[in-house]
């Protein structure tokens, strides 16, 4: 049985790895919630908790740390699996998106699935080990536990989520000004984020733009989304392809779809005369754009 479930720990190990590596499925800054350290001390906590709830003492012996470690592994599972759908979600329904909107999708999307992921486990290890079905005091009891620690989780993530975006927009210093190097040809210089107006990808040559106020542009050797996360709320990410600041856009108007049409002030500029905000982040700008127009 013990090698049975040695073989179950390194699946689990090889599953932890592979999950891990979709990083790059979201372009969101890095909170507290998404580290390391912080998913192991998680993991660690549910799982002793959850041991307090099972047994009714503690026992110090190897059996029973054979069976925590392999519990805090399959705990660590489900929660790298959390993090990866959270990860799908800010992918395709962001905040920006609406707040209310993207806490109801994720409470009763992301809570099932998780829940059946643990089942799927859970039954997975019994098979392997005990070559039989879990008992019927799991869904009458472990499962109502699973459940509300996926709440709390949830709970968790979503307020670090907001004190993370809270952070990150309050200024470090009354006198720290965004800096960022770009180059010209074969001269470089330093732009300050007030002399900076819009950062822009080229499509075809997939090189990052930054335009001054005097409407010349430089190139940048960092992605928009580095970008996105140092500037301040002058700016705003309107899509996959632009970032601009409020001095740049000239009229916006509503498009069929929920789509907003965004005018800029494009004269001898590299810039396009309009460019499209799209239905999942028209609400968010709005907002950002406030009664400034």
């Known amino acids: 049985m013990i090698g049975q479930q040695r073989l179950f720990n390194r699946s689990v190990i090889s599953t932890l790895k592979v999950l891990s590596s979709f990083k790059l499925l979201t372009e969101y800054p890095k909170s507290l919630f998404f580290q390391r350290k912080f998913k192991w001390v998680l993991s660690i906590a549910i799982t002793t908790v959850n041991y307090l709830l099972t047994y009714s003492s503690f026992h110090l012996d190897l059996v029973h740390v054979y069976f925590f470690v392999s519990d805090l592994f399959l705990t660590l599972l489900i929660l790298e699996f959390y993090i990866l759908c959270i990860r799908c979600l800010n992918k395709w329904i962001p905040w920006g998106a609406g707040y209310g909107k993207r806490l109801i999708i994720q409470l009763s999307l992301i809570t099932p699935i998780v829940v059946l992921f643990t089942i799927f486990v859970n039954e997975a290890l019994e098979v392997i080990i005990y070559t039989n079905r879990i008992g019927v005091s799991f869904y009458t009891f472990d499962m109502i536990i699973?459940?509300?620690?996926?709440?709390?989780?949830?709970?968790?993530?979503?307020?670090?989520?907001?004190?993370?975006q809270k952070?990150?927009?309050?200024?470090?210093?009354?006198?720290?000004?965004?800096?960022?190097?770009?180059?010209?040809?074969?001269?470089?210089?330093?732009?300050?984020?007030?002399?900076?107006i819009a950062a822009f990808v080229d499509v075809d040559t997939n090189i990052t733009y930054v335009l001054d106020k005097a409407f010349k542009k430089f190139i940048c050797h960092k992605p928009l989304r580095e970008l996105e996360e140092k500037l301040p709320q002058r700016f705003y990410r309107a899509n996959r392809q632009f970032i601009v600041s409020k001095d740049l856009i000239n009229t916006y108007k509503s498009l069929e779809y929920g789509k907003i049409l965004v005018g800029l002030n494009h004269t001898n500029t590299p810039l396009p005369e309009y460019i499209i905000v799209s239905r999942k982040k028209a609400?968010?700008?709005?907002?950002?754009?406030g009664t400034d127009f």
């Open 167 to 196: 952070t990150s927009l309050a200024p470090t210093s009354s006198s720290f000004v965004f800096q960022i190097k770009v180059s010209c040809g074969k001269s470089s210089k330093i732009l300050i984020e007030p002399d900076i």
């Open 283 to 289: 609400s968010h700008f709005r907002r950002w754009i």
């Open 146 to 164: 699973a459940v509300l620690f996926i709440l709390v989780v949830q709970l968790l993530y979503t307020s670090l989520h907001f004190i993370h």
